[in-house]
């Protein structure tokens, strides 16, 4: 990497907007609950108290609840504290509304998870009175959607490292502009962990080397850090200065997978399994279908509560799409298995994506209809709603909740600009 490359690139103060709601998971909760508001509250993945911690309101964050907390040791902690589970499709519906906030700016909008995002300010707009009055007016939009009780952190900087740096910093309900004066200041202020992509393993290597603070590494030229720390060593001297060398890109999906983690039930029979099974495969064909691809490699892995795991896997087999035809390689696949144990975690991977079709000899086969039948619940369930339609196998235990909150891949992709 070659120094001259960036440092050719023109650095503005007010090219990136970074936009991090705050506790949102726990703000969502609050704003959909009333009897919640002004109480530490704290969404947990289930209702058990060995159950973790996904998010915490700020009261709860002031008695030393974290992402990862146990219930039992939160309770502890905060004896007052409130805790529900989560709500997953309440999330993603705040997203979107949000994303379509950012999206009605003039900005490019770039999604980082479901809670966060940067923008990326065109350059007839990179001043400071332009850049400003867009985030009032982010922020009173947000108001009059959800007053105060959703409300997000904005950093503006020159790239979207720096500019995550100051949202965090100004959290909650803050907003900080970092200008390339400013930084040397604004670093002296932090440690080094406390830095976007710092763990405690590279402060180490960091340390070995004499760099013990961000300003220290702030310093250092950029042939010490090239010399000791490589291509990331130079990105490191770059993204402190303000230069983008963070931008994301979507790559070419090569897999799609689907996952779900037990609660209290924990099924250990094969037929109590496809209940599960069947619901993933309906995830997965979903959206094959909206994606346009096919799949014809697919990989299972089943996880037990005793810490051990089956995998299976079949490559190069027949083009499959619709629910039945996955559930039916999972199935034949599971078959091989002669004892299952409590099961903790079922994941199903597909892979050997493909938008061509195999062309059959025959028309109006089984499969054909099968076919045609998926994909008419699929034009359904994108009109009325996901929930309106599902295998009747997946609904042995109505008590069970197969809706989980994941990375939301796809929701990112639905609500971004790439």
Known sequence: MKAENFIRQEVCDYSTIYIDMDSFFASVE????????????????????????VAASYDAKAKGIKTGTRVY??????????????????????????????????????????????????????NRGEVFA?????????????NEHIDCSIGVASNSWLAKQAASYSKPKGFISLTSGEVSNFYKGLTLTSLTGIGDR????????????PTD??????????????????????????????????????????QVTMGLY?????????????KICENLSSRLVK??????????????????????????????QDTNSIKSVCIMLLNKHKYFKEVLKICVALYGLSAVWQVGLFENTESDRLERAARAVHLIRNRYGSGTSASAASYFESSISLNRVGFAGDLLKETGSL
């Open 30 to 53: 609050q704003f959909y609950d009333k009897s919640l508001r002004g109480k530490p509250v704290a969404v947990a993945t289930g209702n058990s108290r060995g159950s973790s911690i």
């Open 73 to 126: 040791r939160a309770l502890e902690l905060c004896p007052n504290l409130v805790v529900v589970e989560d709500s997953p499709d309440r999330y993603r519906q705040v997203h979107r509304e949000f994303m379509a906030i950012f999206h009605n700016t003039f900005c490019k909008v770039i999604p980082k998870g479901i809670d966060e995002a940067f923008l990326k300010v065109p350059s007839y707009a990179q």
């Open 134 to 146: 867009l985030v009032k007016a982010i922020k009173a939009s947000l108001y009059n959607l959800y």
């Open 202 to 213: 590279m402060a180490r290597q960091f340390a070995n080397h004499a760099i013990y603070t």
């Open 217 to 258: 590494l702030y310093n250092a030229s950029w042939k010490y850090l090239g010399t000791n720390f490589g291509v990331n060593g130079h990105k490191w001297y770059l993204r402190l200065r303000g230069y983008e060398v963070d931008m994301p890109s979507y790559k070419q999906q090569k897999s799609i997978s689907n």
């Open 266 to 278: 924990k099924p250990s029979t094969l037929k109590e399994i496809t209940t599960f099974v069947t």
């Open 291 to 320: 994606k346009s691809l096919n799949s014809n490699s697919l990989e299972i892995i089943v996880y037990f509560c005793d810490r051990t795991r089956a995998t299976f896997k079949i490559e190069n087999t027949a083009y499959m």
